[in-house]
C-alpha cells in the first residue's frame, strides 16, 4: 500500500504584480494588481514504503510546492494528497509524529543554543524517552560522524556540520516519510558523500520512504532507482533513471581516438560532433543507426580507440529542462 | 513525569538558556520597560499635593506594584510572530505535532525568569529612591507588608495579565498570515493600552463614569488590576476575575478562528 499518494494535485498561487519605476511604485500603492501563478498541475504520483523517489525539476518547477503540500504546510488548490493515510493539511498529530520535512536552506534548530539543546526540545515534543532519545542521538551522530558539533551553539557551525545536525534533529523521531529538499545544498563533497551514505543506511534500517529533492545528479544517481521529473509544475517522467535515457535520448555517446588530428566536416557523416580536441571527438549517433555508424567508422578512418557509452545523465536532463520537452 | 509537563520542562529550561545568552540584552529589555518609575516620580509629586485620591506613599507603592507587574507580562509574539512567517521560520514549528503557540508563551516564561534578578535589583533601587513606600509616613503609616493572600492574587492577576496582553496581540499577530507585515497594527491597542491600564494614570483618578466603563474592557485588568491587589488590597476581586474570563474566552475564540483561516491561507514563503 502506497504511503504516499497524489492525485491530480495542484497549486495555483495569486501573487501581487508590480511594475517598475516610480510610476509603477506609486500605481502599486494605490491599487495592487495580482495574477494567478499554477505552481503545480494535475501532478499524480505513488510511493511506495521504503522506496526512495528523486523529485527533479529546474528552479521553480514545483518540487517544493509539492513538498509543502505532502507535508500539510499549504493547502492544494486542486486535486487530493494522502500521506500514511492522512491528508496532510489536517495536520493530524499522528501523522506529524511520522513525516519529517527537510530544507537545506531552512533550519529547525535555534540560532544560538548548542544543536543538544533543541534535541532535548524535539525528544520531549515527540515523546521519545530521555533513554531512547539519548540512544537514537549517539547513533545517528555516529553514523553523521558528529562528536562535540552538538554541543556547541548552532551559529559557530559550518554549513556542513549545521546540516549533518539539522538532519538528527529531523529524524530524532524516526519518522517513516522523509521529505528532503535539497539537504546537501552547499556542502563539500565530503559532507554530501556522508549525508548520502547516512540516508541510504537509515533507509534500510528503519525502511522510511523518502522523496528527494536535489540538484546534484550525485545525490540522484547515489540514492534513487526512481525519479519523478517536473517541468513548468506539470510532471515530465515517472520511472526508472535508466529509462530517462532510454525515452529522452536516442544518442548514444560515441567517443573516438584517431591515429592523426582529423577535421569536424571529416566526422560529421558519422553523427553529431559534440567536441573534437585533435586527435579525440566525441559523436552522439542515433541508437538505431550505432552499428551501421560504427562500422562505417572503422572503414573510413583510422581509428586507433573507441568507446560507447550512455551520454551523462545530467546532460540528458539538462537538455531536457532546457527544452522544456514533455 | 508526564508528557505535558515534560515538555512544559525541556521547553522552558532550553527558551531560559536561549533569554540568558546574551546578558547585556536583558538587562537592556527590563530597564527599557522603566516607564512606570518615570510615572511614579510624576504622581508621588502629585499625590503629594493632596488633591488625588492617592496620596504619596500610596502612588510611589502603586507604581512599584506596576513596575512589576509590567516586567512580568511583558508579551512581544507579535514581532516575532511576524518575522516567523515572513521568513518561513514558521513551516519547521507547523510541522511538529504541538501547536507553535506552547513555543511562544514559553519564551515569554523564559524571559521572565531571566529578567527576575534584574527586576529584584530595580526594585530595590525604587525602594532606595522612595523609602517611604516600604514603611510608610504620616499620612499612610505602617510598613508595606502584603499579606499570603494578596501575594497570591496579584500573583494569579499578573499572569491573567500576561494571558489577556498575550491572546490579544497573538490575535493581532495572525494578520501576518495575510498581511505579512503587522507589528504596526499593534500601535491600534498600544495606546488604549497606555492610558487604560494605568501605567500612566492610577484608573482610581479617573471621573467615576470613566472609570466604570473602562472596567469593562480587558486593558485595566493588564495592570491596573492586579497592581492594585497588591499595593493596598482593594480591587473588585469577583467582577475583575470574571471580566478577565469572559475576555480570555472571547480572545482565545478569535484567536482560534483566525489561526485556522490563516493556516489555509499560509504560503510557507521562503521555505
Known sequence: MPVVVCDQLGKTYRVANKPPGLGGTLRHFVRRRYKDVEAVKDISFTIEPGEIVGFLGPNGAGKTTTLKMLTGLIHPSAGRCDVLGHTPFGRDRDFLRRITLVMGQKQQLIWDLPAMDSLRINAAVYDVPDRDAKARIDELAGLLDLDDELTRPVRKLSLGERMKCELVAALLHHPKVLF??????????NAQTAVRRFLCEYNQKQGAAILLTSHYMADITALCDRVILIHQGALMYDGSLDGIIQRFAPFR??????DSDVTESALRPYG????????VA???VRRDDLTQRIARLFNEQQVA????ADPPIEDVIGKLFAEGAA | MTSAVRKLRAMTGVYYALMVEYRAEIVLWAVSTSLPLIMMGVWVQAGASGDFKL?????ARYFIAVFLIRQLSVVWVIHDFEWQVVSGRLSPLLLQPIDPAWRFVLMHVGEQLSRLPIVLVLTALCFSL???ALWGDAQTPGWWTPSLWQVVLAVVGCYCAFVLRFLMQYSFAMGAFWFERVAASHNLIFLPYLFLSGIVIPLEELPPWAFDVVMWTPFPYMVWF???ILADGEAPYVKGFAVIAVWVIVLWIVNRLLWRAGLKHYSAMGA
Open chain 2, 226 to 228: 492586579p497592581a492594585t
Open chain 2, 130 to 132: 522612595y523609602p517611604a
Open chain 1, 305 to 308: 580507440d573507441l568507446t560507447v
Open chain 1, 272 to 279: 553529431e560532433v559534440e567536441s573534437l580536441d585533435g586527435r
Open chain 1, 180 to 189: 528532503l529538499d535539497e539537504p546537501t545544498l552547499g556542502l563539500d563533497v
Open chain 2, 55 to 59: 496620596d504619596a506613599t500610596q502612588m
Open chain 1, 282 to 284: 566525441r559523436l552522439l
Open chain 1, 253 to 258: 555517446e560515441v567517443k573516438v581516438e584517431f
